[in-house]
């Protein structure tokens, strides 16, 4: 499929947030994923909550793998810094590009298998040094781009499209990244824009690693009345017409509930996911109630959404390792240079 460019023109009363900039402007190129991915949803999500903060674009770094997942960047924010990296090794590129540069915003976005199984080693470095970015997981349990194999945080017993059971307990993400270290970690679901908008928001301003799990369901490979992750769809009921590999257009799920109560969602095959949200009691900055809560519901086949953990308080790598204040591009040879008195002070402290 070849990338089309979105056209330039747009209605002409489309509101304009503070920095002058409509929500088009946040805009990237045409999806190519499957229709009814919950990654364009992400994708959309992003956008909206970039445009409502008045984001200056060129102030963002946006960031992936490989992957489905890794494809979302290049549907969103256009005109911002982009680098999309080999598979796992994301967050080695966006904690380079953050030590050299930490007053822009970055957006690392990663998938299941790229954060969950290749990169599961630097993404458990990138969480404990406490980069100061948002990083996001389109989490759907499978391998959507190379035909529907299981990733390692497909459930016990979750089973793919060719019949492949998953015989492992999964990798649950949230939990990793705050026994890690993330000071921000928090789940959403894809068609649940009301809650994953604010939390991407609260993600962006937040100073240290923010950590967001987004359950995002493959509607093409991962859609069996066994698996653990899908897409509601109720009106709709895909028949096979062929071996072949067809893609059918679904269309786009939405969902909202309110803080405290859960939400069963049908899959369009008939199978069910339980989401619960974290309710407005709910104290996020307690780490073993976060991770107590996490594993109670999973436990009653639920998976707990929302803010789940937060400290406000914990130093990013920048303040830990006493960084330079300006962005490598921008310092000169003094700075680099700074004379004999500075390097005898720097070699004082070693005898």
């Given amino acids: 499929m070849s990338y089309i460019k979105k056209p330039k023109f747009q209605h002409p009363d ?3 947030n503070d920095i002058g900039l409509t929500r088009r402007d946040y805009e990237g190129t045409l999806t190519t994923l499957c229709g009814g991915c919950g990654h364009d949803s992400i994708s959309a999500a992003i956008i909206q909550a970039a445009a409502d903060m008045s984001l200056a674009p060129h102030k963002v ?3 992936s793998g490989i992957g489905c997942s890794s494809k979302i960047p ?22 380079g590009a953050n030590i050299a540069n930490k007053d822009l915003h970055y957006v690392g976005v990663s998938g299941d298998g790229d954060s969950a199984s290749i990169g599961l080693g630097q993404f458990c470095h990138i969480v404990r040094r406490r980069i100061n970015m948002l990083y996001i997981v389109a989490n759907n349990g499978t391998y959507g781009l190379t035909k529907g194999q299981l990733s390692a945080t497909a459930d016990l017993g979750s089973k793919t499209k060719s019949g492949e059971e998953s015989l492992y307990d999964n990798i649950d993400m949230a939990t990793l990244a705050i026994e890690l270290g993330a000071t921000f970690v928090a789940r959403s679901f894809s068609g649940d824009k009301q809650q994953l908008i604010p939390l991407i928001q609260a993600g962006l301003t937040h100073k240290g690693f923010a950590f967001i799990d987004v359950v995002s369901p493959c509607v093409t490979f991962n ?9 509601k769809n109720t009106w709709e009921t895909y028949v096979s017409l062929s071996k072949v590999d067809f893609v059918p257009m679904k269309e786009e799920i939405t969902t909202s509930y309110d803080p405290g109560h859960g939400k069963t969602i049908t899959l369009h095959d008939g199978s069910v996911i339980h989401l619960h949200k974290t309710g407005l009691n709910y104290d996020p900055s307690d780490k073993n109630n976060a991770l107590k809560h996490i594993n109670q519901h999973k436990d009653n086949g639920e ?14 790598l920048h303040e830990i390792q006493a960084t330079v204040d300006k962005p490598f591009n921008l310092l000169n040879n003094h700075d680099l240079c700074p004379g004999n008195e500075v390097l005898a002070g720097i070699n004082q402290q070693f005898r």
């Fill in 14 to 16: 489309l509101q304009v």
């Fill in 61 to 63: 770094a946006k960031i």
């Fill in 74 to 95: 290049s549907y969103f924010l256009s005109k911002s810094h982009g680098f999309n990296s080999v598979h796992g090794r994301m967050p080695s590129v966006a904690t």
């Fill in 223 to 231: 859609n069996t009345e066994q698996s653990s992750h899908g897409y």
């Fill in 303 to 316: 998976i707990a959404t929302g803010l789940l953990y937060i400290n406000q308080s914990a130093s990013d």
